[in-house]
């Protein structure tokens, strides 16, 4: 199993961030505003279906998996609070949620159902994450332009989600959950994300008044469907969660232990939860 260790960022959130926080580029930053828009409903749905997924196993599993469960809810329930913090700063700029209710409304489709639901949306979910703090963590030089504390949020979090990104896949497949539901709700999982996360980002950007602008548009294409994008970088590795020998722990790197071993003065360890 897992160790995950529950730390806390030291940084303050409490002082305003500039409009266009990510280096000047509108796209980026727009982009980035939207993710953390979803984390605070997205992650705490995250940390109710891993608690969900425990409950449910038989009790001779159940000490197998309790402390990396914890560990895994320590670390989403502090990515939850300091996203909401940032989500303050940035609604300042006047900036609206959208994606927050919508999400919420879908979420209560599966209250209440079998936890393995809620346990294959978490896994979904959790490898885009893991997808996305592989990028951010190889490609960290988009954030050299941006306040120090803006750029440890954001490598802190990419370097905690490759580290727990296989924990509600590991209770889903000790549930028994199936293939075919797996694959299932990846392909929901995927149309609805993409979909979400540019309908927020280009929201963002007509609220600031730089969605038209040839830049916005240049670096779109560029971070996301150029020789570096993410999108273009990430399809391989998206692909492979279709197999049906899958599991996260194939995709691994050093990227994530590196970064927390590196930068380890930038926040202070709570503890194994």
Known sequence: MTELIVRRLLIDLEQPVARHWCGGDAFLTAWFNALSMSFPVGEQFFIDSVRNGLQALAPEQRDRYQGEVQGFIGQEATHRRIHALFNTQIERHGLVNDWEPRARERLRLVEGTDPRHGLAITAANEHFTALFAEWMLSHHHLLDGCEPRLKALWLWHSAEEAEHKCTAFDLYQALGGSHAWRVKWMRRITLIFLTDTL???????????????????????????????????????????????????????????????????????????
Do not use: C, I, K
Not at 218 to 226: E, T, W, Y
Not at 262 to 268: C, G, K, Q, R, Y
């Open 199 to 273: 309908r927020q980002t280009a929201n963002n950007l007509r609220r600031d008044g730089t969605l038209w602008r040839w830049s916005t548009w240049r670096s779109a294409g560029r971070h996301m469907l150029g020789r570096e994008g993410l999108l273009r970088r990430s399809f391989s590795p998206w692909w492979a969660y279709f197999r049906r020998d899958f599991h996260p722990s194939q995709q691994s790197s050093d990227l994530s232990g590196n970064w927390l071993r590196d930068n380890a003065a930038l926040f202070t360890r709570v503890g194994t939860a």
